[in-house]
């Protein structure tokens, strides 16, 4: 029995429950008399409810109550209780707290009833009146009434910028400039948020939700309902798909809690899909780059700005252009972010949030530059490579990007493209190859577990994370089976209860590296104990022994001078009449190792399309994928994270864009059919490379997340290789055959779409 | 608040008989319940799942009499008397189906919300004595939505099972 399991292929350990659908999600479990609720949402995008005549619906057999701003009170007077651990600055929505509107599709209300199709039918009934007030959605046309990011969303600072970018631009002989533009996206992970509410007799609460953070979620309704945090329990052992969707707590939790606590009863919330339109959304962003560089292919100058949607009520921050200044080296950058405030629900973090923003207008940008100097774009990027963090003067942990763009170009045959636009066709396909690269923050966050050893030598540990579909189960049994050299199948790790040591929220791809850090201590210390335990067994072959002469693997303790004297940890546990062994641990980033280095993940991208030259259609045919994100703990489900974000880049540079109806302030296509997103026939061949990178100082297990890194360079990849295909330069995404076909036509590189 | 004095009439109860996953249910629903919220709601079988109710993501797919349909697109009591089998029936005991199994080994899934209808789906193409090639299930399978982004290896696992099976 082989007892190293990090960096092993393992399938995931809850693989069987999620095939014969007994995994539960959150609108799975079950209550006796339980109600359901269907919510009810604004029709207009800002005023205020003159009427909501709710008589009707009243009448309808089964309906039990019905929830709106007229007849809920009682609840937290201020907007600062309604904060969780994800708010940025500002006054965050209140539900069913006023009569105002402030965003098309916010939930006014809901029906409680004995049946989901009583309760739907009900909401039908609901006649509301209101006052409208103008509105403004259009991000485009409002640049002018931008205002500086305020500080306060975790991990965000000011752009910093350097040298004299404007005046070497302006003197320089290569130089190139231009706007990009994206639309809103909506996360749309395929489980809708949902929460099965269970009230019990004595004022306690357990919430089944959807959520990326049982803790946040604990604290949000804790405060916003006045409850100890020891009165609401919320349990997440399975989450449908979050993508930073289920990072804020979402506002059917807040019904599902109102109307449980109220009728005192169990009830269930579930969204509609249309609904899944109508909080957080990637914001739409408009960005322009400058750049030149000089005959020799160096980068002089850097100039990037951008400008992003946000609420009226909430200052929703990315970090976009501050990946500009680290990317390459180059003395003269100059930096600017700031927001645009609209009547639009509040963005929320979609994977890789600013930075997969930053990277299509970024490398794409870098591309142009290249062309503009005749220089093959890889070796462009080889030529600016930046050893060091410039912005921060530090050098990284470890950066093996150069690995990326080797091993990519190689698999991907990089080697064989001619430079020349419009070079490489298949009859009417036009062949396009580009490339871009990309990086994310390798973070960790404070996190605890809690390992119990049992008589029968059965390990559980614990920690109130989350499994989204990242592997957390898998990896966790894996950290912990290695630690103590355990069988993998005698460990357990249980997860999503806030009964549970607290763990931080699933998101910026840092629980690899926070609870499994977390998951390593806790086992540690277990170790510590059963080596101490060994030791005082009387006339056995540990008797004695201290605990740095001893190991443990394959399930026994063991002398490292002599692995034949050896108990098993069974045997220590009986010897030594322990019936079990509780350890609870922690884990933390080390903030003196921030003090000298900086810690990012990296990737290169390569991508091939065809385009075809009479319809302008795009497909996307190859992509090789490299990542350097440190030790790699399962290859099997992190490659298929990386494959997961390919496949996300590839949809969001062909398909995705939710199209705001700037006349009524509202989403026009919120649903499946109209909001695209990459089906199977969309997705061709996908190679991942996970390259060798050692690093000692990020983490103790030295690893880098890889939640996010696989997808920032994907969009710049493809649209450099449209580009390379058509000799046309599509700024906006998603790349649709009609800006293709258009900006051929007028064989120019800039539209306002 | 307006005073309504109109009653509302809600739609009568039908009896209706579902042979699911071989056991046999007589069931008293309103014509308005999808065949998705019968097997959810009523039969309490969670397995099968619902993404969107408007049959644009393939989430809720069941074989009925062997062949795939979306169940949110379908009246319970349309489907009275007939067959339907549902990602719990799949298995046999302990013993999984072989597309369960590979669906495992080859990661074809991240969330797992998804799976049961691509694996409904999946069985139901190979029912019909498709998935002949690679083009066939890309092109087949694309009614069931993956937000994860499983597709290749969700293709890998059928092309597998298609292999073993050879042409049924």
């Given at each position: 029995?082989?007892?190293?399991?990090?960096?092993?292929?393992?399938?995931?350990?809850?693989?069987?429950?999620?095939?014969?659908g007994?995994?539960?999600?959150?609108?799975?479990?079950?209550?006796?008399?339980?109600?359901?609720?269907?919510?009810?949402?604004?029709?207009?995008?800002k005023?205020?409810?003159?009427?909501?005549?709710?008589?009707?619906?009243?009448?309808?057999?089964?309906?039990?109550?019905i929830?709106?701003h007229e007849?809920?009170?009682?609840?937290?007077?201020?907007?600062k209780?309604?904060?969780?651990?994800?708010?940025?600055?500002?006054?965050?929505?209140?539900?069913l707290?006023?009569?105002?509107?402030r965003?098309?599709?916010?939930?006014?209300?809901l029906?409680?009833?004995?049946?989901?199709?009583?309760?739907?039918?009900?909401?039908?009934?609901?006649?509301?009146?209101?006052?409208?007030?103008?509105?403004?959605?259009?991000?485009?046309?409002?640049?002018?009434?931008s205002k500086k990011?305020?500080?306060?969303?975790?991990?965000?600072?000011?752009?910093?910028?350097?040298?004299?970018?404007?005046?070497?631009?302006?003197?320089?002989?290569?130089?190139?400039?231009?706007?990009?533009?994206?639309?809103?996206?909506?996360?749309?992970?395929?489980?809708?948020?949902?929460?099965?509410?269970?009230?019990?007799?004595?004022?306690?609460?357990?919430?089944?939700?959807?959520?990326?953070?049982?803790?946040?979620?604990q604290?949000?309704i804790?405060?916003?309902?006045?409850?100890?945090?020891?009165?609401?329990?919320v349990?997440s052992?399975?989450?449908g798909?979050?993508?930073?969707?289920?990072?804020?707590?979402?506002?059917?939790?807040?019904?599902?809690?109102?109307?449980?606590?109220?009728?005192?009863?169990?009830v269930?919330?579930?969204?509609?899909?249309?609904?899944?339109?109508?909080?957080?959304?990637?914001p739409?962003?408009?960005?322009?780059?400058?750049?030149?560089?000089?005959?020799?292919g160096?980068?002089?100058?850097?100039?990037h700005e951008?400008?992003g949607?946000?609420?009226?009520?909430?200052?929703?921050?990315?970090?976009?252009v501050?990946?500009?200044?680290?990317?390459?080296?180059?003395?003269?950058?100059?930096l600017k972010?700031?927001?645009v405030?609209l009547?639009?629900?509040?963005?929320?973090?979609?994977?890789a949030?600013?930075?997969?923003?930053?990277?299509?207008?970024?490398e794409?940008?870098?591309?142009?530059?290249?062309?503009?100097?005749?220089i093959?774009?890889?070796?462009?990027?080889?030529?600016?490579?930046?050893?060091?963090?410039?912005?921060?003067?530090?050098?990284y942990?470890?950066?093996e990007?150069r690995?990326?763009?080797?091993?990519?170009?190689?698999?991907?045959?990089?080697?064989?493209?001619s430079?020349?636009?419009?070079?490489?066709?298949e009859?009417?396909q036009?062949i396009?190859?580009?490339?871009?690269?990309?990086?994310?923050?390798a973070?960790?966050?404070?996190?605890?577990?809690?390992?119990?050893?049992?008589?029968?030598?059965?390990?559980?540990?614990?920690?109130?994370?989350?499994?989204?579909?990242?592997?957390?189960?898998?990896?966790?049994?894996?950290?912990?089976?290695e630690?103590?050299?355990?069988?993998?199948?005698?460990v357990t790790?249980?997860?999503?209860?806030?009964?549970?040591?607290?763990?931080?929220?699933?998101?910026?791809s840092?629980?690899?590296?926070?609870?499994?850090?977390?998951?390593?201590?806790?086992c540690?210390?277990?170790?510590?104990?059963?080596?101490?335990?060994?030791s005082?067994?009387?006339?056995s072959?540990?008797?004695?022994?201290?605990?740095?002469?001893?190991?443990?693997?394959?399930?026994?303790i063991?002398?490292?001078?002599?692995?034949?004297?050896?108990?098993?940890?069974?045997?220590?546990?009986?010897?030594?009449?322990?019936?079990?062994?509780?350890?609870?641990?922690?884990?933390?980033?080390?903030?003196?190792?921030?003090?000298t280095?900086?810690f990012?993940?990296?990737?290169?991208?390569f991508?091939?399309?065809?385009?075809?030259?009479?319809?302008?259609?795009?497909?996307v045919?190859?992509?090789?994928?490299?990542?350097?994100?440190?030790?790699?703990?399962?290859?099997?489900?992190?490659?298929?994270?990386?494959?997961?974000?390919v496949v996300?880049?590839?949809?969001?540079?062909?398909?995705?864009?939710?199209?705001?109806?700037?006349?009524?302030?509202?989403?026009?296509?919120?649903?499946?059919?109209?909001?695209?997103?990459?089906?199977?026939?969309?997705?061709?061949?996908?190679?991942?490379i996970?390259?060798?990178?050692?690093?000692?100082?990020?983490?103790?297990?030295?690893?880098?997340?890889?939640?996010?890194?696989?997808?920032?360079?994907?969009?710049?990849?493809?649209?450099?290789?449209?580009?390379h295909?058509?000799?046309?330069?599509?700024r906006?995404?998603?790349?649709?055959?009609?800006?293709?076909?258009?900006?051929?036509?007028?064989?120019?590189?800039?539209?306002r779409? | 608040?307006?005073?309504?004095?109109?009653t509302?009439?809600?739609?009568?109860?039908?009896?209706?008989?579902?042979?699911?996953?071989?056991?046999?249910?007589?069931?008293?629903l309103q014509p308005?319940?999808?065949?998705?919220?019968?097997?959810?709601?009523?039969?309490?079988?969670?397995?099968?799942?619902k993404?969107?109710?408007?049959?644009?993501?393939?989430?809720?797919?069941?074989?009925?009499?062997?062949?795939?349909?979306?169940?949110?697109?379908?009246?319970?009591?349309?489907?009275d008397?007939?067959?339907?089998?549902?990602?719990?029936?799949?298995a046999?005991?302990?013993e999984?189906?072989?597309l369960?199994?590979?669906?495992?080994?080859?990661?074809?899934f991240?969330?797992?919300?998804?799976?049961?209808?691509?694996?409904?789906?999946?069985v139901?193409?190979?029912?019909?004595?498709?998935a002949?090639?690679?083009?066939?299930?890309?092109?087949?399978?694309?009614?069931?939505?993956?937000?994860?982004?499983?597709?290749?290896?969700?293709?890998?696992?059928?092309?597998?099972?298609?292999?073993?099976?050879?042409?049924e």
């Amino acid at each position: 029995m082989k007892t190293n399991y990090t960096g092993q292929p393992a399938n995931r350990v809850d693989g069987s429950l999620k095939v014969t659908g007994t995994a539960k999600y959150a609108a799975e479990f079950e209550a006796e008399g339980l109600l359901f609720g269907y919510i009810i949402n604004s029709t207009i995008a800002k005023g205020k409810i003159k009427e909501i005549d709710i008589s009707q619906a009243m009448q309808v057999a089964g309906v039990v109550q019905i929830f709106t701003h007229e007849n809920v009170s009682g609840l937290a007077w201020f907007n600062k209780s309604y904060k969780d651990m994800d708010s940025p600055p500002g006054d965050p929505f209140r539900p069913l707290y006023d009569h105002k509107i402030r965003y098309s599709m916010q939930p006014i209300g809901l029906v409680v009833a004995t049946t989901f199709e009583v309760a739907r039918f009900a909401a039908s009934l609901i006649k509301v009146t209101y006052k409208e007030e103008k509105l403004v959605t259009n991000l485009q046309d409002n640049l002018h009434r931008s205002k500086k990011a305020p500080m306060g969303k975790v991990g965000y600072v000011q752009p910093k910028s350097r040298g004299d970018a404007e005046s070497v631009f302006a003197k320089a002989e290569y130089k190139i400039e231009g706007e990009y533009v994206h639309a809103a996206e909506h996360h749309n992970p395929l489980e809708m948020f949902a929460t099965t509410a269970i009230w019990e007799e004595d004022g306690k609460v357990t919430l089944y939700d959807k959520t990326q953070g049982v803790s946040n979620v604990q604290l949000y309704i804790s405060n916003i309902f006045g409850l100890s945090l020891k009165n609401v329990r919320v349990v997440s052992p399975f989450v449908g798909g979050g993508f930073g969707s289920g990072l804020r707590p979402q506002y059917q939790v807040f019904m599902a809690t109102l109307a449980a606590l109220e009728l005192r009863r169990p009830v269930r919330v579930v969204m509609t899909r249309q609904q899944m339109f109508s909080f957080g959304h990637r914001p739409g962003t408009v960005q322009r780059v400058a750049m030149s560089a000089d005959e020799n292919g160096k980068l002089t100058s850097i100039q990037h700005e951008a400008y992003g949607e946000t609420s009226q009520f909430e200052d929703y921050t990315e970090i976009v252009v501050n990946w500009s200044g680290t990317m390459y080296n180059c003395e003269n950058v100059k930096l600017k972010y700031e927001l645009v405030k609209l009547d639009v629900a509040t963005p929320t973090d979609m994977r890789a949030p600013g930075a997969v923003t930053s990277a299509h207008a970024f490398e794409s940008a870098i591309d142009e530059i290249a062309y503009a100097v005749k220089i093959d774009p890889l070796e462009f990027r080889k030529i600016n490579y930046a050893e060091d963090d410039q912005v921060e003067g530090k050098p990284y942990s470890s950066k093996e990007l150069r690995a990326c763009y080797d091993q990519g170009a190689a698999k991907f045959g990089w080697s064989g493209r001619s430079i020349e636009p419009r070079s490489m066709r298949e009859g009417n396909q036009l062949i396009g190859w580009g490339m871009a690269n990309g990086a994310w923050d390798a973070l960790q966050m404070p996190a605890k577990a809690q390992a119990v050893l049992s008589l029968d030598g059965k390990l559980t540990v614990s920690s109130g994370t989350s499994e989204i579909g990242t592997g957390t189960y898998t990896i966790m049994t894996q950290i912990a089976a290695e630690t103590l050299g355990m069988d993998i199948n005698d460990v357990t790790f249980k997860l999503g209860d806030t009964l549970m040591p607290m763990a931080p929220l699933q998101g910026g791809s840092w629980t690899a590296a926070s609870v499994g850090s977390a998951v390593k201590a806790v086992c540690e210390e277990v170790k510590a104990k059963l080596f101490k335990l060994a030791s005082k067994t009387k006339h056995s072959p540990l008797s004695g022994a201290a605990p740095k002469e001893l190991t443990m693997a394959e399930g026994h303790i063991f002398l490292i001078s002599d692995p034949g004297s050896r108990l098993s940890i069974i045997e220590v546990m009986r010897l030594t009449e322990t019936d079990s062994i509780i350890e609870s641990g922690m884990s933390g980033p080390d903030p003196a190792a921030k003090t000298t280095h900086s810690f990012n993940s990296h990737a290169a991208v390569f991508a091939e399309v065809k385009v075809d030259e009479d319809l302008g259609t795009v497909i996307v045919t190859r992509v090789v994928c490299a990542v350097a994100a440190g030790k790699i703990l399962n290859p099997k489900t992190a490659g298929s994270q990386i494959l997961g974000s390919v496949v996300w880049g590839i949809s969001k540079a062909l398909e995705e864009e939710t199209v705001m109806d700037n006349n009524f302030g509202r989403f026009m296509n919120h649903n499946l059919g109209e909001y695209h997103v990459a089906v199977n026939k969309d997705i061709n061949d996908i190679d991942i490379i996970f390259v060798e990178e050692h690093d000692d100082l990020v983490n103790p297990l030295g690893i880098k997340g890889v939640g996010e890194i696989g997808i920032i360079a994907v969009a710049p990849a493809i649209a450099n290789a449209v580009f390379h295909a058509t000799g046309v330069r599509v700024r906006d995404l998603p790349i649709t055959m009609d800006k293709v076909l258009q900006l051929a036509e007028e064989d120019k590189n800039q539209v306002r779409v | 608040m307006k005073n309504a004095t109109e009653t509302v009439e809600l739609p009568e109860h039908y009896p209706v008989s579902l042979k699911v996953n071989g056991q046999a249910y007589n069931l008293k629903l309103q014509p308005w319940v999808s065949l998705l919220d019968a097997l959810r709601d009523h039969l309490q079988l969670k397995g099968t799942k619902k993404g969107c109710d408007h049959g644009q993501c393939g989430a809720c797919t069941v074989l009925v009499n062997g062949k795939r349909i979306n169940s949110c697109l379908t009246m319970a009591v349309m489907k009275d008397g007939e067959e339907i089998t549902t990602i719990e029936g799949l298995a046999k005991g302990d013993e999984l189906h072989p597309l369960q199994k590979a669906f495992i080994e080859h990661d074809a899934f991240q969330c797992g919300y998804c799976t049961p209808g691509q694996i409904c789906s999946a069985v139901g193409l190979l029912n019909e004595g498709k998935a002949n090639s690679l083009e066939e299930v890309k092109e087949l399978m694309s009614g069931n939505i993956c937000r994860c982004g499983a597709y290749t290896h969700i293709n890998s696992a059928i092309m597998q099972v298609k292999g073993e099976t050879g042409n049924e």
